[in-house]
C-alpha cells in the first residue's frame, strides 16, 4: 500500500513540473490553443534620451498590435528594478530624477497575466551642463560686469554667487535663463571681489561655473606733461584712461611747497592751461580722476621753469669788408623778438638791435674794416627776457686773391692768372714792377676776375706783378707777388721754344727736341728698327737717324716716353689730350679747314701743293714725318703729333696733317710708332 501511495505521488509532481513547463515556455496568450516563446512578441529596439537634468523619453517598437500594454521598470544605481510606470503605448517619459546617477530601463510586454521577455537599455544619466568662461571685469569704481558661456539649453536660470575679500561665497542675484551677462552695482572701490555663477532647474541646479576675481579700478590718468608757453604761462597735456570719471583736479606744488588743489575739469578733458606764473619759479603737477564717491590714484608728476629759452649756436662770420652775419638757434616758442648786443674791440657790450620773434639772423654792416667785434643775442617777452646766448667774435674780412701765376703768351705779352677768394670785391687793381723799379698800377678788371693779359712787353726784360681786390671802401691785402721774365720757353736741354696764342690755349710754336726727362733721366735713343719695334718703354729718334733733320722738325717719340711719369715736357707744359687737341681744332674752324690754318705756307718745307696752307694761327706745323715700326717715311708730306689719351693696351689718339688736304685727321696708333711732340701751356 505504501508502495502504491510513493509511486502515485511521484506521478503526480512529474504531472505538475511538466503542466508548468508547457505553461511559461510555449503558452501563447492571444490562442490557448497555440504555442508561442516569450521573446517572441517582446518589444523592440529601445531608446533612452536625457531630456534635462530630471527627464528621460523612453522610445521602443512593438511588432504584435494584441498586447495590452507594457511595464517600465527603472533601476537607480546599483540598486533592485522598480516599476515606475504601465503605458500602453511606445514611447514614456520618466521624470524626477536626479543628476549624476546611472539609470538603467527595462520594458516588459503584458496581455492578460503573461509576461513577454523585458528589453533592456544601456545605463544612462542625466547632465546640467554647467556656465563656463566666466570673466569678471571691472567698468567703474562701483561696478563689476560678469560674462559667461550658457552650455545648458533647459535651465529655469542662473544663480549668482560672490565672495568679497577673503569671506565666503554668497548667493546675489538670479537671473533669467539664457542670460550671460550680469552687472554687480554699488561696491566698495579698492575691495577684491570673488564669483561663481550656476543654473537651475525646478528640481536640479548645475555644477559652479570656474571662480573669477575683480577689484574694482579707477584708472588714474598718464602721460602728464607740462610745458612753458610762455614766460607767465603752463600748459598741461594726459591722457585720458577712464571712461567715467566726473571730471579731473588739478593740483600744484610750487618749489618744495605742497601740493594743493588749483582747479576742476569737467569729464573727458586731457589739457589744461595756467596762466599769471611767477617768471624764474617752479611747478609741479599732477593730476587725478574723480566721480561723485571716488577718486583715482595721482597721474605722474610733471615740472616746468617759468623761464625764457635762451638762443644757442650764435654764430657770427663776415660777409665783406664792413658787414658781420649772426645767425642763431630760437630755443623758445613764445618770445616777442630778440635783442643784439654788441662789444667793438675790448670795449662793453651795447645793444645795437631789436628783431622780430622766430627771427634767427641778422647783418650789421658800416663796420670798420680790421675790427673785431662780438655780439650776444638775448630773447625778450613782454615782461621778461631770457639769459644771453653764448659770446661770438668776428673780424670784418676782406680775402686777398692767391695762387697768381705768369704766363708768356708771346714775345709782348704776359698772361696772369689768379684764385678769386672774396665774394662781394667791386673789382681788382693789377700792379707791375719793372725790373728794380717800383710797383704802379697798370689796371683795374671786374668783379670775379681771375685772368689778366698785359701786352706790349720788352722781349727779355723782367717783370713782377701783385694784385688786390676792393670795395667803394677798402681794399684787400696783396696776392702774392709773382715775377717773370719774357722769353721764350726752354726745357731742361736748353732748347728754345717759342708759343703762341690760339683761342684760350697757349701752344709751342715748334716740335720737341728734348732728349732727357724733366728730372734729368736720359731718354733712351733707339736707332735700330728691330729694337724698335719691340719698345714697351719710352724712346726717341731722329728722323732717319739723322741729327740734321732735328733743327727744323724736331725728334720722334714712341707713346711710352709720352706717357712716362717724369714727364717729358717742360715745367708749366704738358703733351695735349685727345680733347685739348679738339679744342684747338674746334677753334680753328673744324676738322676740315683747321689744317690749313696750322700748316706753314710755301713749298719750303711742305710738298706741293700744300693745300689750304694760310698759317692764320702761327702754329707753324712743319711735315716731320714718321717711324712705323722700324720704318722711316713721309718727312715733307706729313706731320703727326701724339695726344697723352691712350685707347686700351696697344693704341694712342694722335691729330694728322697732310700736304694734299686742308684739314686735321684723328687716328688711333700703335703706341710704338715714332710721332713729333708738341706741348700745350699748363
Same mark, same amino acid.
Given at each position: ?444 678788371? #671786374? ?6 693779359? %698785359? =701786352? +706790349?712787353? $720788352?722781349?727779355?726784360? *723782367? ?128 676738322? #676740315? ?6 700748316? %706753314? =705756307? +710755301?713749298? $719750303?718745307?711742305?710738298? *706741293? ?74
Amino acid at each position: 500500500m505504501k508502495r502504491i501511495q510513493s509511486a502515485f505521488r511521484l506521478v503526480l509532481i512529474l504531472i505538475l513540473i511538466l503542466s508548468f513547463t508547457c505553461d511559461h515556455k510555449f503558452r501563447n496568450p492571444f490562442d490557448p490553443d497555440t504555442e508561442i516563446k516569450p521573446d517572441e512578441w517582446a518589444p523592440a529596439n529601445l531608446t533612452v534620451t536625457v531630456i534635462d537634468d530630471s527627464h528621460v523619453r523612453l522610445i521602443w517598437t512593438q511588432e504584435d498590435s494584441r498586447i495590452e500594454g507594457f511595464v517600465i521598470e527603472r533601476k537607480d544605481g546599483n540598486a533592485n528594478y522598480k516599476e515606475v510606470g504601465r503605458t500602453d503605448t511606445t514611447f514614456f517619459i520618466d521624470d524626477s530624477l536626479i543628476i549624476n546617477i546611472g539609470y538603467t530601463y527595462k520594458i516588459t510586454a503584458f496581455a492578460g497575466n503573461n509576461l513577454s521577455t523585458a528589453i533592456v537599455a544601456e545605463r544612462i544619466q542625466t547632465a546640467f551642463p554647467a556656465p563656463t568662461n566666466l570673466m569678471a571685469i571691472a567698468i567703474d569704481d562701483q561696478s563689476v560686469r560678469l560674462t559667461w558661456t550658457d552650455y545648458c539649453s533647459f535651465e529655469m536660470g542662473f544663480r549668482i554667487e560672490r565672495k568679497t575679500g577673503s569671506g565666503s561665497f554668497i548667493q546675489i542675484a538670479e537671473v533669467a535663463a539664457n542670460k550671460t551677462t550680469f552687472d554687480n552695482t554699488e561696491l566698495t572701490y579698492g575691495e577684491t571681489y570673488a564669483y561663481r555663477v550656476r543654473a537651475y532647474t525646478q528640481v536640479n541646479q548645475s555644477n559652479y561655473s570656474n571662480e573669477k576675481s575683480a577689484e574694482t579700478t579707477f584708472p588714474a590718468p598718464s602721460n602728464l606733461t607740462a610745458i612753458a608757453l610762455d614766460d607767465q604761462t603752463i600748459r598741461l597735456t594726459w591722457t585720458d584712461n577712464c571712461s567715467f570719471e566726473s571730471g579731473f583736479r588739478i593740483e600744484r606744488k610750487t618749489g618744495s611747497g605742497n601740493f594743493v588743489l588749483i582747479e576742476k575739469l569737467h569729464a573727458n578733458s586731457t589739457e589744461y592751461e595756467e596762466t599769471g606764473l611767477t617768471y624764474g619759479e617752479t611747478y609741479t603737477y599732477r593730476v587725478r580722476a574723480y566721480t561723485q564717491v571716488n577718486q583715482s590714484g595721482c597721474s605722474n608728476e610733471n615740472s616746468a621753469q617759468m623761464t625764457i629759452p635762451a638762443p644757442t649756436n650764435l654764430s657770427a662770420t663776415a660777409i665783406d669788408d664792413q658787414t658781420i652775419r649772426l645767425t642763431w638757434t630760437d630755443n623758445c616758442l613764445f618770445e616777442l623778438g630778440f635783442r643784439i648786443e654788441r662789444k667793438t674791440g675790448s670795449g662793453s657790450f651795447v645793444q645795437i638791435a631789436e628783431v622780430n620773434a622766430n627771427t634767427t639772423e641778422y647783418n650789421e654792416t658800416g663796420l670798420t674794416y680790421g675790427e673785431t667785434y662780438t655780439y650776444r643775442v638775448r630773447a625778450f617777452a613782454q615782461i621778461n627776457q631770457s639769459d644771453y646766448s653764448n659770446e661770438k667774435s668776428a673780424e670784418t674780412t676782406f680775402p686777398a686773391p692767391a695762387n697768381l701765376s705768369a704766363t708768356a703768351l708771346d714775345d709782348q705779352t704776359i698772361r696772369l692768372i689768379w684764385t678769386d677768394n672774396c665774394s662781394f670785391e667791386m673789382g681788382y687793381r693789377i700792379e707791375r714792377k719793372t725790373g728794380s723799379g717800383i710797383f704802379i698800377q697798370v689796371a683795374e678788371v #671786374n668783379a670775379n676776375s681771375t685772368e689778366y693779359e %698785359e =701786352t +706790349g712787353l $720788352t722781349f727779355e726784360e *723782367t717783370y713782377t706783378y701783385r694784385v688786390r681786390a676792393f670795395t667803394s671802401v677798402n681794399q684787400s691785402d696783396y696776392s702774392d707777388v709773382k715775377t717773370f721774365s719774357l722769353s721764350w720757353i726752354t726745357d731742361i736741354d736748353g732748347n728754345i721754344y717759342k708759343t703762341v696764342k690760339i683761342g684760350t690755349q697757349i701752344w709751342m710754336k715748334e716740335n720737341l727736341k728734348v732728349t732727357h726727362y724733366r728730372n734729368g733721366n736720359a731718354i733712351p735713343k733707339v736707332t735700330d728698327n728691330t729694337a724698335w719695334i719691340d719698345l714697351s718703354t719710352g724712346a726717341y729718334c731722329n728722323y732717319g737717324n739723322d741729327v740734321n733733320n732735328v733743327t727744323t722738325y724736331g725728334r720722334l717719340y714712341n707713346w711710352y716716353a709720352v706717357n712716362d711719369t717724369r714727364n717729358i715736357a717742360p715745367t708749366g707744359w704738358h703733351v695735349p689730350s685727345d680733347a685739348e687737341w679738339q679744342t684747338l681744332v674746334d677753334y680753328l674752324g673744324g676738322e #676740315n679747314v683747321a689744317g690749313g690754318k696750322m700748316k %706753314e =705756307t +710755301g713749298t $719750303t718745307h711742305w710738298q *706741293t701743293p700744300n693745300t689750304g696752307a694760310t698759317n692764320e694761327s702761327e702754329f707753324s706745323a712743319l711735315p716731320g714725318g714718321a717711324r712705323y715700326g722700324g720704318t722711316y717715311d713721309n718727312i715733307g708730306n706729313f706731320e703727326g703729333w701724339w695726344s697723352a689719351t691712350e685707347y686700351g693696351g696697344f693704341y694712342a689718339w694722335d691729330r694728322r696733317l697732310n700736304y694734299s688736304s686742308s684739314g686735321v685727321s684723328r687716328y688711333l696708333t700703335s703706341k710704338r710708332y715714332g710721332f713729333s711732340v708738341r706741348c700745350v701751356g699748363d
